[in-house]
């Protein structure tokens, strides 16, 4: 089985911007900058001839390149308990529109689960174990003003997500890179 996701990766400087903010919250666990991204469809587990289909459909994908940035700090709650922090985004009309169009092409190719979840787009910093809610707000408090300079988003990428043998944790393998248009 491959577990695979489509994201957009983020520019070097941008990353350094988010790994910036990785403080000030005792409960987190922080993501490192080389598994910084923002995900536009989770697609799961699939088996080879699946994943290939997947693969096959978002090649005809066409949307244009398109500009955002980063805005905000927000939070994820299970069972009204705070499990992930994260970067918000300013402006995700386009980013709402090309995860529509990632989302028809993996249903085309048969790994069409739904996904548990409303898309929110967002950029992880980290996942929180048992965090204290005035912890959060205190961090969010402090850092809700975080606003990165605007930057194009020129592709999106189909990711691996695959367990380290040691057991300590995932790491992300670039499967293909899909040209966004320019216009």
């Known amino acids: 089985m491959i577990r695979l996701f489509a994201g ?16 000030g919250l005792p409960s987190a666990l922080w993501r490192p900058a080389e598994k910084m991204h923002l ?5 799961g587990n699939l088996d080879e001839p699946t994943a290939e289909e997947v693969l096959k459909e978002l090649r005809y994908i066409r949307f244009p390149a398109f500009h955002f940035s980063l805005k ?3 939070y ?16 995700d009309k386009a ?39 005035n912890d959060v707000f205190r961090y969010i408090q402090a850092n809700n003003l975080f606003h990165t300079p605007v930057f194009e988003a020129t592709s999106f990428t189909l ?8 057991g300590e944790g ?3 393998k670039e499967i293909e890179e ?3 248009m320019l216009v």
């Open 8 to 23: 957009l990766d983020l520019p070097p400087d941008i990353k350094e911007q988010l790994v910036a903010l990785q403080k």
């Open 39 to 43: 995900t536009l469809r989770f697609i």
């Open 72 to 74: 905000g700090i927000g």
């Open 76 to 91: 994820f709650t299970r069972s009204d308990v705070p499990h992930h922090i994260w970067a918000g985004v300013d402006e």
């Open 95 to 133: 980013i709402r529109e090309l995860q529509a169009k990632i989302d028809t092409a993996v249903k085309k190719a048969g790994a069409g689960q739904e996904d548990k979840f409303k898309f929110t787009p967002h950029v992880t910093l980290g996942k929180l174990f048992g965090a204290d809610m």
């Open 159 to 166: 990711y691996q997500s695959i367990a380290r043998e040691n």
């Open 170 to 172: 995932k790491y992300y």
């Open 178 to 180: 899909y040209p966004l």
